[in-house]
């Protein structure tokens, strides 16, 4: 099938798209319009004919590189349909980030929330924002997770979620930051750890 798309939008989606290595790698202050320019072979004016400033651009970029991230892990979501499953399987993802598979220079989210800080309130309220859809996310597999006998129905799914995305997340920044896994690895232990204790349902049979 043909490819549907104007020359503009195939343009304007290959600029976002090689934005997104570079904010996501070097961060929004850390990358010029001469960088974007450089990546791209684009000139000030043919990006300014897509976008009416960095900001904007910025805003796009981040949104492709979260778009990217959330459809791995719908496709991890696919592959596992029990709820523990999918908590581990996204452990590995948070491993996937850290070695720069996928997504270039790792999680957007935890990324821009860094950056942005009240600096550039728009991009934090991006992120503040991701960053709930993501616990909200975990929340609702272990809600799901329950209703199928697989977690325990007293467990408190949104201090589970909140606990495994602040510890995933914050091991992520600590291994990028160190340039090693340890960080990550000790997270998985503790929240295999915490899944076995507090959330995982064990049936008569089990065990």
């Known amino acids: 099938m043909a490819d549907s798309k104007s020359k503009g939008e195939r343009t304007r989606e290959y600029i976002i798209q090689r934005a997104a290595e570079v904010f996501n790698t070097h961060g929004y202050a850390g ?8 990546l791209t072979g684009l000139e000030k004016g ?5 976008f009416s400033s960095k900001d904007e651009l910025a805003f796009a970029a ?23 499953s999918r908590l581990i399987a996204l452990i590995g993802y ?5 070695r720069g598979e996928g997504i270039m220079g ?4 935890l990324n821009t929330a860094i950056e942005a800080d009240d600096a550039y309130p728009e991009l934090k309220a991006r992120a503040r924002t991701a960053m709930r859809d993501l ?13 199928r006998g697989e977690i325990r129905a007293d467990a408190d799914s949104e201090h589970a979620a909140t606990f495994f995305v602040a510890t995933m997340e914050g091991a992520l920044m600590m291994a990028k930051l160190y340039e090693d896994e340890t960080p990550l690895q000790t997270a998985e232990t503790q929240i295999r750890a915490y ?13």
């Open 135 to 147: 616990v909200d996310t975990v929340r609702r597999t272990l809600e799901k997770g329950k209703e």
């Open 195 to 207: 899944i076995e204790s507090a959330l995982r349902l064990r049936d008569a049979s089990a065990e």
């Open 94 to 98: 948070y491993f996937e980030l850290a």
């Open 31 to 38: 990358t010029s319009l001469s960088d974007i320019m450089r």
């Open 62 to 84: 981040f949104d492709y590189a979260l778009g990217m991230q959330t459809e791995r892990m719908r496709a991890l979501f696919r592959e596992h349909k029990h709820a523990v």
């Open 106 to 109: 790792g999680c957007p989210i």
């Open 46 to 50: 043919g990006i300014y004919n897509h």
